[in-house]
């Protein structure tokens, strides 16, 4: 395969090389490794082809956002009742809010991944 560069957006992650440098597939893989549940990184599927280990990292960030946002619009009524102090929940709801903001950039750096692996397999049929 030839070394080739591709401009990557803004969004695309710094620990994944560029695509088409050496070795950037095995850079993206062990990214989006971190990015599932430990037990899925041994599954011989997932191993064996990026894309798909890209698509279920697409599902497991949108899932953590979607979990996120539960737990900001539920955190004013839900959490007096645990006792906590009136600080601690704002300090919280802050968190939740910015947990938000970062797991939908990586939701962009997933997809800019996701979209390059498809790309170089459908170059590669």
């Given amino acids: 395969m030839p070394l080739t560069t591709t401009r990557t957006s803004p969004d695309w992650p ?9 070795d950037w597939e095995r850079s993206a893989a062990r990214w989006l490794r971190e990015l599932v549940p430990a037990r899925y990184a041994g599954y011989p599927a997932l191993i064996r082809h990026p894309v798909l280990l890209a698509r279920h990292a697409q599902l497991q960030v949108q899932q953590e956002i979607r979990v996120a946002r539960t737990a900001l619009q539920t955190a004013r009524a839900d959490l007096p009742r645990l006792g906590l102090h009136e600080s601690v929940i704002e300090h919280t709801i802050k968190l939740y809010a910015a947990e938000i903001g970062q797991l939908q950039h990586i939701a962009r750096s997933v997809r800019a991944v996701a979209e390059a692996l498809a790309e170089r397999g459908a170059a590669g049929r």
């Fill in 14 to 22: 710094c620990q994944v090389k560029t695509p088409g440098s050496y």
